[in-house]
């Protein structure tokens, strides 16, 4: 019969779709994925207009619909027998489902139905996790969560799918142990587990924004599980927690050597694991020998480093500066992050020879890198904390010049090397002010006459700002330069200088008549 309604037709047979729906309930079963799979499309084709109603039997009490799938499929249904498809016979698929779910929604609420079908799977797993406290019991359980709430519907939208991880979260929780002592473990566990399922649909965004907030999630998702992992190292562990922590570390090394993309938040993780939690010395050389049997990760990343963190951490300083012969200038970032690694746990010998043999790495890097005073602030505040050789202090001091000459200088003065201090000033064409805060007082109590130079450089160069308050500054650095000569008994050399100066700025009368008020001659 064309021309019947689906509201009209329901007006003779809700009460057997009724029927249908509750025998649909039986055979389904939530939290089977087949079955899942199932209940989550027919949801789609009614939620796409795909079903649709094409005849109708009244004698018969029979219809006839059409769901616009990648292939039309047709279903029939006799109301007070069966149903059938035409991808299936009488097998239940989900055409079927998708056209009880089509009158269904012209009865009652489809979502509801849908809801109270999930609910009796999630009582039923509550129910068992808690019976059966397994990490793949609390695997299982999440991963069930993330196809239905997350992935399913939000993977084409990172935000989106920020957006479903809150009410993921808040439905994980209902599966937390009550235990005050479990809180931590079934937290860093659950996260864990969230990462590696998310990880190939991270990285499927392509665009740079959405990149960029799938890596500052992980940074922070990173900061969180450091914080755990010490949590974790201050309680005592618990016989039945064993597996729980042998699942963590499968985890981390999963996420570090199988999955792809992201590879620095993935070395950070496996970092802080092994810094804060995975401190068993036995456990970092079994773990240390599995890094030697693997050089890269699956997409093709060097482990080195993360090898030199367990030389470190085992002590072997020598097995770790045999790996340290030709550092890339590209990778002195990451020493630098290892040795103030070393200086935070008080390994300050260690953290010297690292950085004495990272030196000529440093020197290329300085050359190449854009952002050069943050760089030098890190290089600077690191020193400091060392006890660098006498070699080491020149080559460091010398590569970061004019940034290190106030240590620079107080070390050629601690040595007594005072026509060096006078060389580097002059090379960096120091002011006198600032050349005080150098030491210049106490060079020139000790070698005068090797200032001159420098004080001359500044003479000269008050002279040429060619302003009357500029010539009175000159004549006070010669009065100076008068006194050191003095000093070293080179009357005929100053006399003789003094002349110069006068006969080569005979032309600037204001700077000449300040000559005469100073009296420079010996």
């Known amino acids: 019969m064309k021309g019947m309604t689906v509201q009209r037709l329901l007006t003779f047979y809700e009460e057997p779709v009724q029927d249908f729906m509750k025998q649909l309930d039986q055979d389904l079963l939530a939290g089977v994925a087949q079955d899942d799979s199932l209940v989550r499309s027919a949801q789609s084709f009614v939620r796409n207009g795909a079903v649709q109603l094409v005849d109708y039997a009244p004698v018969r009490h029979e219809a006839d619909f059409v769901v616009r799938d990648v292939q039309d499929a047709y279903v029939h249904i006799s109301f007070y027998e069966h149903l059938s498809c035409s991808c299936s016979g009488r097998k239940m698929c989900r055409h079927q489902a998708a056209v009880l779910f089509y009158l269904y929604q012209h009865i009652d609420s489809l979502s509801e139905w849908v809801k109270a079908w999930r609910s009796k799977a999630d009582r039923q797993s509550i129910s068992e996790i808690q019976n059966n406290r397994t990490p793949l019991a609390w695997e299982q359980y999440a ?92 309680q005592p562990r618990f016989f039945a927690a064993d597996p729980f922590y042998e699942r963590i570390v499968r985890y981390v090394k999963y996420l570090l050597t199988d999955a792809e993309g992201y590879f620095a938040q993935r070395s950070e993780l496996y970092t802080h694991y092994w810094t804060e939690l995975g401190t068993q010395k036995q456990a970092r050389v079994k773990e240390l020998d599995f890094l030697e049997k693997h050089s890269e990760t699956k997409d093709g990343h060097s482990l080195l480093q993360l090898r030199q963190l367990f030389y470190f951490q085992l002590g072997q300083t020598e097995r770790l500066l045999a790996t340290m012969k030709d550092v890339p200038a590209e990778e002195v970032s990451s020493y630098l992050s290892l040795i103030q690694f070393a200086i935070e746990q008080y390994e300050i ?22 952002r050069a005073s943050r760089l030098i602030y890190t290089l600077r505040t690191i020193e400091r904390q060392l006890d660098l050789s006498d070699e080491a202090k020149l080559q460091f001091y010398r590569m970061l010049i004019p940034f290190t000459l106030e240590p620079y200088s107080g070390y050629l003065i601690d040595n007594e090397r005072y026509e060096e201090w006078a060389d580097l000033h002059l090379y960096c064409q120091s002011g006198i002010t600032y050349a005080e805060t150098c030491g210049l007082d106490l060079v020139k109590e000790h070698a005068p006459f090797v200032v001159m130079p420098l004080y001359h450089l500044n003479v000269v160069r008050e002279i040429n700002e060619k302003k009357r308050d500029s010539y009175k500054q000159a004549v006070r650095h010669l009065k100076k330069m008068k006194q050191l000569a003095k000093a070293a008994n080179e009357t005929v050399y100053w006399n003789q200088y003094v002349q110069e100066i006068r006969e080569k700025f005979r032309r600037l009368r204001a700077f000449q008549q300040e000559m005469e008020k100073g009296n420079l001659a010996l």
């Open 143 to 234: 991963n069930t969560l993330l196809n239905q709430l997350v992935i399913q519907d939000h993977a084409s939208s990172f935000f989106l799918m920020e957006f479903a991880l809150g009410d993921y979260k808040r439905q994980m929780q209902r599966i937390r142990p009550l235990e005050r002592e479990w809180h931590v473990l079934f937290d860093t566990s659950v996260t864990l587990m969230t990462l590696i399922k998310l990880w190939p649909t991270f990285n499927s965004f392509s665009r740079e924004n959405e990149r960029g907030r799938v890596r500052y999630y992980l940074d922070e998702t990173i900061q969180d599980l450091k914080h755990q992992f010490k949590q974790l190292h201050g």
């Open 349 to 370: 010998q260690m953290a010297t020879q690292l950085f004495e043999r990272l030196l000529p790495a440093i020197e290329t890097f300085l050359d190449t890198e854009v």
